[in-house]
């Protein structure tokens, strides 16, 4: 299946980076290439880094971009940016955006199995490698699932769909999406599945566990934060709650100043802010957009400048 992404505020993200033409940009989730083909057609002698830890994406960007002399194509997971760069002896640039969570490619090809929508096996990694969904559901402790799908999916009924799962499994294992979906449409009021589909926020719950999404944003934002040049610029689209206060406090704290209690005289932390935010609010998509792509209604933009 051909790898296709609709890029998501794309001219707010590209243009909210400032580009300069002969400047060094990293996207560090390239996915179809979407963004990247923005960023480069923005660029005279500079460079974009286009990095993906899904293997289907880089073979399409690398096809995409293969005539570009500007784009370098990286196959690895944008946590680890400051190694993947630095082993290229790229130790500064002027920009990197990351666009956190699911593709739409890797929704809509079943065998993957991130989607409630399609039976396929229950896989769920997003570079294809590691701990698929189905070992977790499988073998975690009941209490383990619990936290999982009530910290990740902000699940109510998180409890109750832990335990039948655990249920289930005795009987035989969980291994397809439809027997999943199945268990937790069973594990809720009635209710609450007339309010779409009861699968949706356990199946992000464990697709954010299975590619330790929040943990890479947060390391992947302080390196990718640490390569930035000063006036260099960082740009993050996230899709849910989650996400967005993760970049929304970094942020902040990047940009606070001094820390001491309001009634010292004089500053004695000598705390300085590293960085300002451009976008003190999110930036969303407009009602154009949401016609063309129902997946941007829940997208959010920040960006924030180094000092």
Not at 34 to 41: M, P, R, T, V, Y
Not at 274 to 292: D, G
Request: aromatic share 6%; net charge neutral.
């Amino acid at each position: 299946m051909e790898f296709s992404h609709i890029p998501v505020l794309l001219s707010e993200t590209v243009d909210g980076l400032n580009i300069n033409p002969n400047g060094i940009y990293v996207d560090g989730t390239a996915g179809g290439g979407g963004h990247s083909a923005e960023i480069l057609s923005r660029l005279d002698g500079g460079k974009l880094i286009s990095i993906d830890q899904d293997p289907d994406a880089v073979k399409t960007v690398t096809e995409r971009f293969k005539d570009n002399q500007n784009s370098i194509i990286i196959k690895g997971n944008f946590s680890n940016i400051k190694e993947l760069l630095n082993d290229r002896c790229i130790y500064q640039v002027d920009g990197v955006m990351l666009d956190i969570g699911v593709s739409s490619h890797q929704l809509d090809t079943p065998e993957r199995g991130f989607s409630f929508h399609e039976d396929a096996p229950l896989d769920m990694r997003m570079s294809q490698s590691g701990t698929t969904a189905a070992e977790l559901v499988n073998t975690l402790p009941q209490r383990e699932l619990s936290r999982i799908i009530f910290t990740y999916g902000e699940e109510k009924f998180a409890d109750s769909i832990a335990r039948s799962i655990v249920k289930a499994r005795e009987v035989s294992p969980v291994n397809t999406t439809f027997e999943l979906a199945e268990i937790i449409r069973n594990s809720v009021p009635e209710k609450v599945r007339r309010n779409g589909h009861p699968a949706r926020k356990t199946f992000q719950a464990l697709r954010i566990a299975v590619n330790h999404e929040l943990e890479a944003l947060e390391k992947g934002m302080d390196e990718a934060f640490e390569l930035l040049t000063p006036g260099g610029r960082l740009a993050i689209i996230t899709f849910h709650s989650l996400e967005d206060r993760i970049v929304k406090q970094k942020m902040a704290y990047w940009a606070q100043g001094c820390t001491c209690p309001k009634d010292f005289p004089v500053c004695v932390c000598g705390n300085k802010p590293k960085a300002k935010v451009i976008t003190r609010k999110p930036i969303v998509a407009n009602q154009q957009e949401l016609e063309i792509n129902i997946r941007s209604r829940s997208a959010k933009l920040r960006i924030c400048e180094k000092i």
